[in-house]
């Protein structure tokens, strides 16, 4: 009994340790493929960005629509594929 006490201790160490650990992964990698979407090279008119999770390539796609003072859209919405692993 002692065997499978340990056993299931150092099962149960080693989950308290991964979870917390993937989780922060997780947060960290959403974070940086949202800088990655919302980022703008020069000082253009201010823009709104979001990006969804996609399991086919197994990245995030962002989505970018610039908009003007006034909050207004102007043009259409960027499409870019952003892969999970650079």
Do not use: N
Request: aromatic residues 6%; hydrophobic residues 45%.
């Amino acid at each position: 009994m002692k065997i499978q006490r340990g056993k299931i201790a150092i099962l149960l160490v080693v989950l308290v340790m991964f979870v917390p650990g993937g989780v922060v992964a997780v947060k960290l990698l959403h974070e940086r493929a949202t800088s990655a979407c919302i980022a703008t090279p020069t000082s253009e008119p201010d823009s709104q960005g979001h990006i969804e999770f996609t399991w086919s390539p197994l990245g995030w796609v962002c989505y970018k629509t610039w908009i003007d003072k006034s909050g207004q859209p102007i043009g259409e919405t960027m499409e870019r594929q952003l892969p999970l692993i650079p």
